[in-house]
């Protein structure tokens, strides 16, 4: 069982908008560690998306942005693009486990 | 390019030791600290340990502490991972990652390829 939770999946029509929420508590989000995203495209590593909640590294499209409040974040990503389909997950850190934890996962399927 | 490369995996009977490898190139491997991860077949991410960017600051997970031992060789560029006592449970893809940010506040800006630890009998 993951320590921040993720909608199992959501999905759009190509040019749509969709958003994936990290759920957390107040020993990790809500105690204000940052939360960061990572992009899983099938077959490879994790690739870094968003940094400190907000914060996009270079060669990522601003069509993806990130937020946080309280003991939650949200991922959205806006003009959905085929290449968009992975798996997306959140991370932060859990004072209580005092261990960097990540989210459940959360699947984007473009229809 | 920054390029993390992982090897030593491979399958091991339960109780049995490996020692996973990973070398840096394309940045400046003692700025940095640096991290194993691993990821079980359909799961998340799953931190394991971290190192400082002089070795002089370890953690772990509870799920791998006594058990798993990370260290690094800068003069090599090297991170390793000794895994002992291995249970089946630590069957995943194994992920060295650079580490960017401040203590609990850090993100994985960099992963390798990953290299595949499988625990059977």
């Known amino acids: 069982q993951s320590v921040l939770t993720q909608p199992p999946s959501v999905s759009g029509a190509p040019g749509q908008w969709v958003t994936i929420s990290c759920t957390g508590n107040t020993s990790n989000i809500g105690a204000g560690y940052d939360v960061h995203w990572y992009q899983q495209l099938p077959g490879t590593a994790p690739k870094l998306l968003i940094y400190t909640n907000t914060r996009r590294p270079s060669g990522v499209p601003d069509r993806v942005s990130g937020s946080k409040s309280g003991t939650s974040a949200s991922l959205a990503i806006a003009g959905l693009q085929v290449e968009d389909e992975a798996d997306y997950y959140c991370?932060?850190?859990?004072?209580?486990?005092?261990?960097?934890?990540f989210g459940s996962g959360t699947k984007v399927t473009v229809l | 390019e920054v390029q993390l490369v992982e090897s030593g995996g491979g399958v091991e009977r339960p109780g049995g030791s490996l020692r996973l490898s990973c070398v840096g190139s394309?940045?400046?491997?003692?700025?940095?600290?640096m991290n194993w991860l691993r990821q079980a077949p359909g799961k998340g991410p799953e931190w394991l340990a971290g190192i400082s960017w002089n070795g002089g600051k370890i953690r772990y997970a509870d799920s791998v502490k006594g058990r798993f031992t990370i260290s690094r060789d800068n003069s090599k560029n090297s991170l390793s991972l000794q895994l002992n006592d291995l249970r089946a449970e630590d069957t995943a893809f194994y992920y060295c990652?650079?580490?960017?940010?401040?203590?609990?506040?850090?993100?994985?800006?960099?992963w390798g390829q990953g290299t595949l630890v499988t625990v059977s009998s």
């Open positions: 991370q932060s850190y859990d004072s209580r486990l005092s261990a960097f934890v």
């Open positions: 394309g940045f400046t491997f003692d700025d940095y600290g």
């Open positions: 990652a650079g580490e960017r940010g401040y203590t609990d506040y850090s993100w994985f800006a960099s």
